[in-house]
């Protein structure tokens, strides 16, 4: 049992997936003119879709407070970053939905950035429909199409785009490799980079520009030119640098695409079963007996590889 007052528990930066209600509720997109100024909601599951132990139910937008306070009993905020736990209603008829763990964060303290709170409710697929069902006859609320978490909180200066790529990429990673990397961009080690490269020619343009403006009052040092000439120079050598990696990061984070190529019978199969280490092709002597073409995706020196079968005609 959780007791009112259990431990702080962060909120989870994952982008929006989108939101499994019924046409009815997708059309209450089109009674807000402007989607921002709704508050929006959806589900994530622990353990892929379907059915599951916990389904966590996200909220973010100038109303969020109000699926705590008509949703549960008792009808109050909790303490903010606080999981309490809480019985989750129907806001119109009181009918009891679920038992949950529930979460205040208010903005700009968020994800997001706007208030947001989260239901942890259980998992099963119809504790979320009727919660998220129950959400949609707030007013102002909306379901939230994919992306619309991360959309929110890049408006509202907590994520840059180099940190929603990285976010998207930590999310998909597959490999060590790809998880460290998508990491690294998310927490701004690109946008560190680029920052850098871009206050350095605002330095170069500033310098030039009182160069001509007061190069004739004798007021600007000697040299300027020549500094602005080796900072460029300087600058110009980073980039190529960066950009001359041979697309090792391209690779890493997209895998590689292997195709195994063959006339009948000569052990095609064999190799692909070998190098995934499953009965992924058939292996029969009889020519011909794998048809299709087969593919797996593994983890190769921390890379994912995707192996494709093919059989020539012979």
């Known amino acids: 049992m959780v007791s009112e007052d259990a431990e702080d528990c962060s909120e989870r930066n994952c982008e929006a997936a989108e939101c499994p209600v019924g046409s009815a509720l997708g059309e209450a997109h089109q009674v807000c003119s402007f989607h921002s100024l709704c508050t ?9 879709q379907g059915k599951c132990g916990v389904g966590v139910v996200r909220v973010s937008g100038d109303q969020a407070s109000s699926a705590l306070t008509s949703m549960t009993h ?37 994800f997001t950035g706007e208030d947001s709170c989260e239901l942890h409710i259980h998992g099963g697929p119809a504790v979320i429909a009727a919660v998220l069902a129950a959400l949609g006859t707030l007013p102002g609320y909306v379901p939230a199409q994919p992306g619309d978490f991360t959309k ?41 980079l680029y920052t850098g490269w871009r206050q350095s020619l605002l330095q170069c343009r500033a310098s030039l520009e009182a160069y001509i403006d007061f190069s004739e009052d004798e007021n600007i040092e000697e040299g300027v030119v020549e500094e602005v000439r080796i900072k460029l120079q300087q600058l110009v050598q980073d980039l190529q640098c960066h950009l001359a990696d041979s697309r090792r990061g391209e690779r890493l984070r997209s895998g590689l695409q292997l195709a195994i190529l063959g006339q009948p019978n000569v052990g095609k199969s064999s190799l692909l079963n070998a190098l995934t280490q499953r009965p992924t092709a058939i292996v029969s002597p009889i020519p011909g007996g794998c048809t299709d073409c087969c593919y797996k995706a593994i983890n190769v020196i921390f890379v994912a590889v995707t192996f494709f079968y093919v059989r020539l005609q012979g």
Do not use: N
């Open 40 to 48: 929006i909601f959806s589900t994530h599951y622990s353990v892929g």
């Open 74 to 110: 008792p009808a109050t905020l909790p303490r903010p970053r606080t999981a309490t736990l809480r019985r989750i209603v129907h806001p119109t008829t009181g009918e009891a939905l679920d038992r949950a763990l529930v979460l205040w964060f208010p903005g700009p303290q968020s």
């Open 152 to 192: 929110r909180a890049f408006y509202q200066g907590k994520l840059d785009l180099t940190s929603v790529e990285g976010l998207g990429d930590l999310i998909h990673a597959e490999t060590e490799a790809q998880r460290k990397q998508a990491l690294q961009q998310m927490e701004g080690a690109l946008a560190h």
